[in-house]
């Protein structure tokens, strides 16, 4: 299996020096040259494997240049019962008739981004060894929060790693920051920035960029690579979690063979949806994807439009990791939809970047149209659906997996549509206590983040996760607050280049 550009299709790599590059010279992300299939019978047969032998089974479709030993060494070291809260590693709830939850936080941030990013650091120093490539590799990341929390545990103490983490010194909840300042971990550290979250991306590319400290890490054998969202070592992982629930659904004889499921995904960045979109091209039976946007509803216009338009307003609400005008991962479904026209790609996202909009083909509309649908919902019905679910099923969904409900709702209301749904829950309602206090009993908030954790827990019967109570009495590591000119320099220091 090659992996292309989706801004040069002649670009022909393996999956090691996909995964290494993370982006292509040209800019385009990298895409499988062709995705794999996967039979009724192969999805029944993984009924009976653990979490981590289904990954395995579904990453050597992909991720060909692995031997077994190489893909059975990643997924035990990733999906485990010491990492994950539970030993199903993604757990599917039953809400109520014919439509289930996904969880997707079980893991040690509390947010789905564990499910891609425990996996990832073994997938990347696995590369490296395969390729001859013997550089300690310096991940640097820019974050509004969960992302951060996520990539530093995943890349804490993995030999031949050394990770850093800039955010916004005012741009993430408490509890986000608190998880990120008492990080464990020999080659970890956490930066915050005078700034916002845009400043610490712009500050991130340009080191990542800038030819100098490139030459100065590669004297002291080092180089960076990246851990964000458009790495296919962050998609491929997500692929499989859609693939397993098929079938602990067809194991339970929730549906059988060959039904076809909706799946609703609260979305930002487009990844975790586009994950489900390959999972339904390989060959999982799947009626409609229904992508859920909060009040930045670029997504919602450009799959009901083919116009997509980030010049609007951009607005700060209580499903923060959904807060995101460029979503960077819909460049590989267009790649796909357009017949693999990386001509049409360098238009589209040229224009993007140039003007904030660009508009699809009628063909390609009419794609979109077959395999998606799209709604948004705001704070205020965010927090409705947060309410009515816990007031009618006794269930505690967080702010994010919310949206994706009522657009859930919406949907089954305009469509009638009552095929069995599984919606993707992607964080701990633990993780934004205060909006899902806020929502259940508005008495209870407070600034006091352990109380409020507290009161959720009596509320919502849940145990609090292991990994959040255990901050509380943490010491805080890493206080730092620097400026934006200040970063190329807390970078070569910390990695013991400059004094
Ligand atoms: C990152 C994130 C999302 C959005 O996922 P994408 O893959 O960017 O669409 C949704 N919910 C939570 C809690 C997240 O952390």
């Known amino acids: 299996m090659y992996y292309k550009s989706t801004r040069n299709s002649s670009v022909n790599i393996s999956a090691a020096q996909a995964i290494v590059?993370?982006?292509?010279d040209d800019g385009g992300l990298f895409v499988p040259a062709e995705i794999p299939s996967i039979t009724m019978d192969e999805i029944a047969a993984l009924g009976d494997m653990t979490y981590a032998e289904r990954a395995a089974c579904i990453f050597s479709k992909f991720l060909t240049d692995f031997?077994?030993?190489?893909?059975?060494?990643?997924?035990?070291s990733a999906y485990n019962d010491k990492s994950f809260a539970t030993a199903d590693i993604a757990e599917l709830s039953h809400l109520f008739d014919g439509t289930y939850v996904l969880e997707l936080w079980h893991g040690p941030t509390c947010a789905f981004k564990d499910?891609?990013?425990?996996?990832?650091?073994?997938?990347?120093?696995?590369s490296l060894k395969k390729l001859g490539m013997n550089k300690k590799v310096v991940i640097l990341i820019a974050t509004s929060g969960d992302t951060g929390k996520a990539a530093l545990e995943g890349f804490a103490d993995v030999e031949g790693t050394s990770i850093m983490v800039f955010y916004p010194r005012d741009g993430v909840s408490a509890m986000q920051k608190r998880q990120m300042t008492t990080q464990d971990g020999g080659n970890v550290?956490?930066?915050?920035?005078?700034?916002?979250?845009?400043?610490?991306?712009?500050?991130?590319?340009?080191?990542?960029?800038?030819?100098?400290?490139?030459?100065?890490?590669?004297?002291?054998?080092?180089?960076?690579?990246?851990?964000?969202?458009?790495?296919?070592?962050?998609?491929?992982?997500?692929?499989?979690?859609?693939?397993?629930?098929?079938?602990?659904?067809l194991k339970n004889n929730a549906v059988s063979k060959g039904e076809k499921i909706n799946i609703v995904v609260p979305t930002g960045n487009f990844g975790?949806?586009?994950?489900?979109?390959?999972?339904k091209r390989m060959g999982l039976p799947v009626n409609k994807l229904i992508c859920a946007s909060n009040a930045n509803n670029v997504l919602t216009d450009f799959i009901n439009t083919g116009v997509y338009d980030r010049n609007r307003s951009f607005y700060t609400t209580i499903s923060p990791s959904m807060d995101i005008l460029i979503s960077s991962n819909l460049e590989r479904l267009l790649y796909i939809l357009s017949g693999e026209n990386d001509a049409k790609i360098r238009e589209w996202f040229g224009a993007l970047s140039k003007t904030g909009r660009y508009e699809v083909d009628d063909s390609v509309k009419a794609l979109i149209s077959e395999s998606f649908c799209a709604g948004y919902c705001d704070d205020k019905g965010t927090k409705e659906a947060?309410?009515?679910?816990?007031?009618?099923?006794?269930y505690t969904m967080d702010t994010h997996t919310a949206v994706a409900y009522k657009v859930y709702e919406d949907y089954k209301a305009k469509t009638g549509d009552n095929t069995k749904t599984v919606i993707a829950s992607t964080a701990s309602p633990y993780k934004f206590s205060a909006s899902v206090l806020d929502a259940?009993?508005?008495?209870?908030?407070?600034?006091?983040?352990?109380?409020?954790?507290?009161?959720?827990?009596?509320?919502s019967g849940y145990d609090i996760p292991k990994s959040l109570a255990e901050l509380k009495g943490k010491a805080v590591r890493f206080d730092k607050v620097i400026g934006r000119t200040e970063m190329e320099s807390f970078v070569l220091s910390s990695l013991g280049i400059t004094e």
């Not at 077994?68 to 990643?74: A, M, P, R, T």
Request: charged content about 25%; overall charge negative.
């Open 386 to 394: 947060v309410k009515s679910v816990y007031d009618k099923y006794s």
């Open 189 to 249: 550290s956490v930066c915050a920035l005078e700034g916002n979250f845009d400043d610490c991306q712009n500050g991130v590319k340009a080191i990542f960029t800038d030819e100098k400290v490139k030459k100065q890490l590669d004297e002291h054998g080092m180089m960076f690579s990246s851990a964000n969202s458009i790495n296919w070592g962050r998609l491929a992982p997500q692929i499989i979690y859609y693939i397993s629930t098929y079938a602990e659904l």
């Open 67 to 76: 031997t077994d030993e190489e893909l059975k060494y990643c997924t035990e």
């Open 21 to 24: 590059q993370g982006i292509s």
């Open 272 to 279: 975790n949806i586009l994950a489900a979109y390959y999972s």
């Open 440 to 459: 259940i009993d508005s008495s209870a908030v407070s600034d006091d983040e352990y109380a409020m954790v507290d009161k959720l827990c009596e509320l």
């Open 115 to 126: 499910m891609a990013l425990q996996i990832l650091p073994y997938l990347l120093t696995t």
